[in-house]
């Protein structure tokens, strides 16, 4: 518990940094002598960034541990399952065909495309004969590339090629007051995650041994699956795509903690929003005063370790 406790203090350390960087100057001292522009610009966008990194990062670090353990592998997360691009996809349509829709509606659409991205996957895999777990996650990337293929040939065919890289950036640098609270429904989703996890790590062992332990295999993946698909339309809507975040944090956790959601889930949260905050503020400050944008530099990061999680694990498979 000391350590959860250390590494919440670092989060808060990270959050309390992140208020304080930026291109327009805030200080603490303009802050306690009642500076109008220093409040103006704490209230309106440094308060709600900080807070959709914290939301975003916890809420997607958990989904993508909720997607390992429903698909049984430790190598995918939304980003990889056709998850995210669907997401996209669904906000794509809902911008042709109702561009006027209120937010809630195009992340309703955004999460239905989720998931029916996500059945296909599955349904692939059923499919397909896995002798390597490595090809999971390949399937899924192939499947995201098809997804997303398909979205950028209608946007351009539409003219929306602005409105699609938008959502695929991950960027936060719009995020102001009134344009994130949609994310505290991501961590609502989160939580109940966290309410059912031990029924989620019962059916991360397999649907004959849920079956015999008398647990409804079918319904709890299919609200596992429900869970993943509204935190990413969520996110996706909100902040845009953040590649990597739910494969690389649940895997260093479970290497510490091993395979029990309901002790993983508050390190996961934890880190996924440490990991978020930290690589926001090295994209505001790495080539200052331009921004580069959180999906970047996470995707960089992240594919490093991914290459490092997969070569550890050849490892100890030879």
Not at 119 to 137: H, K, N, S, T
Not at 246 to 273: E, F, H, K, Q, T
Not at 286 to 291: C, F, N, S, T
Request: glycine letters at 10%; one cysteine or more.
């Amino acid at each position: 518990m000391s350590r959860l406790a250390a590494a919440v203090a670092l989060t808060a350390g990270l959050a309390l940094a992140s208020l304080f960087v930026g291109v327009s100057h805030v200080s603490l001292r303009g802050i306690l002598a009642g500076q109008e522009l220093d409040w103006l610009v704490l209230v309106e966008s440094r308060l709600p960034r900080m807070l959709a990194l914290l939301l975003s990062g916890a809420s997607m670090a958990i989904a993508g541990l909720l997607t390992q353990i429903v698909i049984r592998n430790r190598f995918v997360e939304p980003a990889n399952t056709g998850t995210m691009e669907s997401a996209g996809l669904g906000l794509l349509v809902m911008t042709l065909v109702a561009p006027g829709a209120p937010i809630i509606a195009k992340m309703a659409a955004g999460a239905g495309f989720a998931m029916a991205g996500t059945a296909l996957f599955l349904a692939i895999l059923r499919r397909v004969p896995l002798r390597d777990p490595m090809l999971v996650p390949l399937v899924g990337i192939l499947l995201s590339g098809v997804i997303y293929a398909g979205t950028a040939f209608v946007a351009y065919r539409f003219d929306l090629i602005q409105t699609v890289l938008a959502w695929t950036q991950g960027d936060l640098s719009g995020v102001l007051r009134g344009r994130y609270e949609l994310l505290w429904l991501g961590a609502a989703m989160a939580a109940l995650a966290w309410l059912a996890a031990d029924r989620f790590t019962v059916a991360g062992l397999g649907r004959d041994i849920a079956s015999s332990l008398g647990l409804a295999h079918g319904r709890v993946v299919a609200l596992g699956l429900a869970i993943v698909a509204l935190v990413t339309a969520v996110v996706v809507v909100t902040v845009g795509m953040i590649p990597f975040l739910g494969l690389i944090v649940p895997n260093i956790v479970s290497l510490a903690l091993g395979d029990n959601m309901r002790r993983a889930v508050p390190w996961v949260a934890v880190s996924g929003a440490a990991l978020v905050l930290a690589c926001d503020i090295l994209g505001r400050v790495i080539r200052a005063p331009y921004e580069v944008p959180l999906g970047t530099v996470l995707g960089v990061l992240g594919s490093g370790v991914f290459l490092v999680l997969i070569l550890r694990s050849r490892d100890r498979a030879a």
